[in-house]
Nanobody, 123 residues
Framework: VQLQASGGGLVQAGGSLRLSCAAS????????MGWFRQAPGKEREFVGG????????YYAESVEGRFAISRDNAKNTVYLQMNSLKPEDTAVYYC?????????????????WGQGTLVTVSS
């Protein structure tokens, strides 16, 4: 599975951005998808996840109610809509795929990673 993330940029606090993750390759539809982020000097952390089939999304507590994941199955693309952004949301955001389809919040379960896209939120 190949993943291509895009949509990062510079935004003021309180603003919004939408990240996209285009997936390609074998068995894309059997993977669960996730978003992680890594701020400078910090560990990579879970942001949110979803499943290709059956719906269902789940989020880290720090972004619950502000971020939303959606997907376009026809385009094999997953989106991360980020609203009410805060300076502490500044990070490189990665989309990722978990091949068993079970997803989860544990980074090591995810086998495929995109290249990351930088989000900078100014105060």
């Amino acid at each position: 599975v190949q993943l291509q993330a895009s949509g990062g940029g510079l935004v003021q606090a309180g603003g919004s951005l939408r990240l996209s993750c285009a997936a390609s390759g074998r068995a894309v539809s059997t993977n669960a998808m996730g978003w992680f982020r890594q701020a400078p000097g910090k560990e990579r952390e879970f942001v949110g996840g979803t499943y290709w089939s059956g719906g269902g999304t789940y989020y880290a507590e720090s972004v619950e109610g502000r971020f939303a994941i959606s997907r376009d199955n026809a385009k094999n693309t997953v989106y991360l809509q980020m609203n009410s952004l805060k300076p502490e949301d500044t990070a490189v955001y990665y989309c990722t795929a978990e091949p068993t389809g079970r997803g989860g919040k544990i980074r090591t379960r995810y086998a495929y990673w995109g290249q990351g896209t930088l989000v900078t939120v100014s105060s």
